[in-house]
Structures are given as C-alpha cells and as structure tokens.
Nanobody, 125 residues
Framework: VQLQASGGGMVQTGGSLRLSCAAS????????MGWFRQSPGKEREFVAG????????LYADSVKGRFTISRDNAKNTVYLQMNSLKPEDSAVYYC???????????????????WGQGTQVTVSS
C-alpha cells in the first residue's frame, strides 16, 4: 500500500485546512487509518483515527472538537478536516494504515503498517 498525503500549507490562527490521504496499490476499506503529526524535536503523536467502516473515530484531546477524520472508501481516501487551527498544531502530518489484527485504531505509531510521506502544516499567530 502506498499512501500519499496532501493538503498541507500555511494558514493563520483560526484558519482551516483539509488534509487528504490517497491510497494506492491496495484497497484500504478494511484498514484502520490514522493521522499523526510530528514537530521538530518531538515524538510523532497520534491525532485522529478511524476504523474501516468509518463508524468509529478517536481523537487526541488536543484536537477534539476542532478536527474531524473521515474516509471515502470508494475513493480509497482518508481526510482530516482541521478547523480553528492554532500555532501549536504546526507540524508535519502523516497518514498511516493498520492492516494487522485486530484492525482497530491504535494510538501508538508503531502499531501501523504503512505510512505516507507527510505534509507540512504551519499555523502563524
């Protein structure tokens, strides 16, 4: 599976961005998908996750109420809608896929099997 993240950019505080993660090589409809982010000098952290059907989602406390993860299995794509962005949201955002059993969302980056290349999000104050 190849994952291609896109949609990053530079926005002002309070702005919005929509990240996309397009998968190729295999259908990801049964995979749990996650978005992570990493800032310089920090560990990669969980942002949001969604199960295969899209019926279950999880969010980091820091983004609850502001970010929304969704998926369109017909397009083999996962999205992250980010609203009310803050400077502390600035990071490289990565999408990831978990195909191993149990196929559920995990908070740990090491629990995912495939990773995209990352897209930079910069929020200016």
């Amino acid at each position: 599976v190849q994952l291609q993240a896109s949609g990053g950019g530079m926005v002002q505080t309070g702005g919005s961005l929509r990240l996309s993660c397009a998968a190729s090589g295999r259908t990801i409809g049964s995979y749990a998908m996650g978005w992570f982010r990493q800032s310089p000098g920090k560990e990669r952290e969980f942002v949001a996750g969604i199960n295969g059907s899209g019926g279950a989602t999880l969010y980091a406390d820091s983004v609850k109420g502001r970010f929304t993860i969704s998926r369109d299995n017909a397009k083999n794509t996962v999205y992250l809608q980010m609203n009310s962005l803050k400077p502390e949201d600035s990071a490289v955002y990565y999408c990831a896929a978990r195909s191993r059993w149990p196929i559920v969302v995990r908070y740990e980056a090491g629990q995912y099997d495939y990773w995209g290349q990352g897209t930079q999000v910069t929020v200016s104050s």
